[in-house]
């Protein structure tokens, strides 16, 4: 419990830095989960993670994929940088407890073929789905800052 308090006083002072995986199937759907935890709980949006004190931002690309989505080699799929994002959220990890977070995100698209798939989820999604990207676009279900992505996967 100590290192969680102390790793929430972090949160609370500085920003973190956090890759997404903009993974876009066959030029038209976007690969989406529902998050389980904070921040963005109950909300579809894009695979990522925060970059790890010491990591290379290649290595969290590839610590995430292969955690989040059974990709064991993501830059065989040669990522693209989308570019650099901010995310600010009214609460943190450990829940409403008066902590904000802010996120620098170094966002980056995927592109896979239409018939690819990934091998399963792990706890911090309910589902993984593969969404047409115009129903994204349009849905209140995805998260405002994954809807930012968008318009640039055309």
Same mark, same amino acid.
Do not use: K, M
């Given at each position: 419990m100590e290192s969680q308090q102390g790793f929430v006083e972090l949160v609370g002072a500085l920003p973190l830095v956090s890759v997404d995986l903009v993974l876009v199937r066959g030029g038209c759907d976007i690969l989406l989960?529902? $998050?389980?935890? $904070?921040?963005?709980? &109950?909300? +579809?949006?894009?695979? &990522? &993670?925060r970059i790890l004190k010491d990591e290379r931002r290649a290595d969290a690309l590839t610590r995430v994929a292969r955690r989040e989505l059974g990709i064991d080699d993501i830059h065989a799929l040669a990522p693209s940088f989308l570019g650099p994002f901010e995310h600010f959220y009214p609460d943190c990890f450990a829940g409403d407890i008066g902590v904000t977070t802010h996120y620098?995100? %170094?966002a980056h698209r995927i592109? #896979?073929?239409a018939d690819f798939?990934?091998? &399963?989820?792990?706890d911090q999604h309910e589902s993984l789905r +593969? +969404?047409?990207?115009?129903?994204?676009t349009a849905s209140a279900d #995805?998260?405002?800052?994954?809807r930012?992505? %968008?318009p640039l996967l055309g």
């Open positions: 989960g529902l $998050r389980t935890n $904070r921040p963005a709980q &109950g909300s +579809w949006f894009v695979p &990522g &993670g620098v995100v %170094l592109d #896979v073929p798939d990934v091998q &399963g989820i792990d +593969w +969404w047409p990207i115009a129903e994204a #995805v998260h405002c800052y994954t930012d992505y %968008l």
